[in-house]
């Protein structure tokens, strides 16, 4: 934990501490915010720093501290990282701990019991809310990989003060506060990442679902062969009525009813508790953003996705014949912002050996959606 022992009386003076510390007071109080009356957040001390360093009395030691300060772990904060179910919890709390100021929840369960986290960060009087989530679908896990990746270089970026792009993230953090789910679909991604071993679940009825295919690299869906993101009720009876498969299947099933999926359900009540100005659903593959639904989203709209297109070198695609999507109930039911973006190009799943490209790609598009003035 980032954290060191402290004279309580030094914590009167923040601005001061900020100054010391090389941080935006902000970023430094909303730091604080679980701290105990003795321990203040010292931003860059790892987990070895921590140990054995005694009580800070003066402003003075605290200065000589941060002249010897080992940095935060860089290789942890740019790697790489596959997101099973597990992985993605120990990262939060590593997350979480590293950066204090990013809050997490439990929104709900999947089918098989697996956490559904929110993370959130932002300044507590910020007036807009951007939502973002990734793996929707089971075999675009590589969208959560790109979520925290970003997520992690807005902490560092605000921690250091320094413009990314030519965002300030100190004025996005300011201006915005952020919902992230970064993993809506923990049962189907641990089923395409690990396979069915463990899951503990019939396999007769997975593999006639999985149509017997002898991998499950194809699966789409939630464990229960329901395509979350045919599941919310905007012209969901159309998609029933056309998709292809009429029982449970790992890929398209919009269900026999519109949020009979508790991934689903969660994700609805999310947005009903607090309904973002903007919605972003990270998925694979097309290098293509949709940010149109029959006429319902706002006018705005039309600009962002220049700033995004520009960013990314992706497509904006203002209709596609889709319904009954997480992003169409939205912009259906609020008539506010939202967008799909189709990560990278190629087969789903696609591979780690892209991440480089789908990230250099995609990071401005997540920098741009904490950014209102267009
Ligand atoms: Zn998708």
Same mark, same amino acid.
């Given at each position: 934990?980032?954290?060191?022992?402290?004279?309580?009386?030094?914590?009167?003076?923040?601005?001061?501490?900020?100054?010391?510390?090389?941080?935006?007071?902000?970023?430094?109080?909303?730091?604080?915010?679980? /701290?105990?009356?003795?321990? *203040?957040?010292? !931003?860059?001390a790892?987990?070895? /720093?921590?140990?054995?360093?005694?009580?800070?009395?003066t402003?003075?030691?605290?200065?000589?501290?941060?002249?010897?300060?080992?940095?935060?772990?860089?290789e942890?904060?740019?790697?790489?990282?596959?997101?099973?179910?597990?992985?993605?919890?120990?990262?939060i709390?590593?997350?979480?701990?590293?950066?204090?100021?990013?809050?997490?929840?439990?929104?709900?369960?999947?089918?098989?019991?697996?956490?559904?986290?929110?993370?959130?960060?932002?300044?507590?009087? /910020?007036?807009?809310l951007?939502?973002?989530? /990734?793996?929707f679908?089971?075999?675009e896990?590589?969208?959560?990989?790109?979520?925290?990746?970003?997520?992690?270089?807005?902490?560092?970026?605000?921690?250091?003060?320094?413009?990314?792009?030519?965002?300030? %993230? $100190?004025?996005?953090?300011?201006?915005t506060? *952020?919902?992230?789910?970064?993993?809506?679909?923990?049962?189907?991604?641990?089923?395409?990442l690990?396979g069915?071993?463990?899951?503990?679940?019939?396999?007769?009825?997975l593999?006639?679902?999985?149509?017997?295919?002898?991998?499950?690299?194809?699966?789409?869906?939630?464990?229960?062969?329901?395509?979350?993101?045919?599941?919310?009720?905007?012209?969901?009876? @159309?998609?029933?009525?056309?998709? %292809?498969?009429?029982? !449970?299947?790992?890929?398209? +099933?919009?269900g026999?009813? %519109?949020?009979?999926?508790?991934?689903?359900?969660?994700?609805?009540?999310?947005?009903?508790?607090?309904?973002?100005?903007?919605?972003i659903? $990270?998925?694979?593959?097309?290098?293509?953003?949709?940010?149109?639904?029959?006429?319902?989203?706002?006018?705005?709209?039309?600009?962002?996705?220049?700033?995004?297109?520009?960013?990314?070198?992706?497509?904006?695609?203002?209709?596609?014949?889709?319904? #009954?999507g997480?992003?169409?109930?939205?912009?259906?039911?609020?008539?506010?912002?939202? +967008?799909?973006?189709?990560?990278?190009?190629?087969?789903?799943?696609?591979?780690?050996?892209?991440?480089?490209? @789908?990230?250099?790609?995609?990071?401005?598009?997540?920098? #741009? #959606?904490?950014?209102?003035?267009?």
């Open positions: 934990m980032a954290l060191i022992k402290i004279k309580p009386l030094l914590k009167q003076n923040m601005s001061r501490l900020s100054e010391i510390l090389n941080i935006p007071e902000q970023i430094l109080i909303s730091g604080n915010h679980s /701290a105990a009356h003795d321990e *203040l957040y010292f !931003p860059g790892n987990h070895q /720093a921590e140990k054995d360093v005694p009580t800070v009395d402003y003075e030691q605290l200065q000589l501290m941060v002249n010897n300060k080992q940095y935060f772990d860089e942890w904060l740019t790697k790489e990282i596959i997101y099973d179910s597990e992985r993605l919890e120990m990262e709390q590593k997350l979480t701990e590293s950066f204090p100021f990013v809050t997490y929840h439990i929104l709900g369960h999947s089918v098989l019991g697996k956490p559904i986290y929110e993370l959130n960060i932002g300044a507590p009087d /910020a007036d807009k951007t939502h973002i989530n /990734a793996s679908h089971a075999n896990w590589i969208t959560t990989s790109v979520l925290m990746k970003w997520l992690k270089e807005y902490c560092l970026s605000l921690c250091y003060n320094q413009q990314v792009l030519g965002f300030s %993230p $100190l004025q996005l953090y300011s201006q506060k *952020l919902s992230i789910v970064p993993l809506v679909n923990p049962d189907g991604v641990d089923l395409v690990k069915p071993e463990d899951l503990g679940i019939d396999r007769v009825s593999d006639e679902m999985n149509q017997q295919q002898s991998h499950f690299q194809e699966w789409k869906a939630n464990i229960n062969g329901v395509d979350l993101n045919n599941q919310f009720p905007s012209f969901w009876e @159309i998609e029933k009525q056309r998709k %292809p498969p009429k029982a !449970p299947s790992y890929r398209d +099933y919009p026999d009813a %519109p949020l009979t999926e508790p991934e689903a359900i969660v994700m609805r009540d999310l947005i009903v508790r607090h309904p973002p100005n903007r919605l659903a $990270l998925h694979t593959q097309g290098e293509e953003i949709y940010w149109g639904y029959k006429g319902y989203e706002p006018a705005v709209s039309a600009e962002v996705i220049q700033l995004f297109e520009r960013l990314s070198g992706y497509l904006g695609i203002r209709d596609i014949d889709s319904y #009954a997480f992003r169409d109930w939205f912009i259906h039911f609020y008539h506010r912002e939202g +967008y799909t973006v189709e990560l990278g190009k190629g087969k789903n799943p696609l591979s780690m050996k892209q991440f480089h490209d @789908i990230y250099r790609k995609g990071r401005g598009i997540l920098w #741009a #959606a904490c950014y209102y003035n267009c």
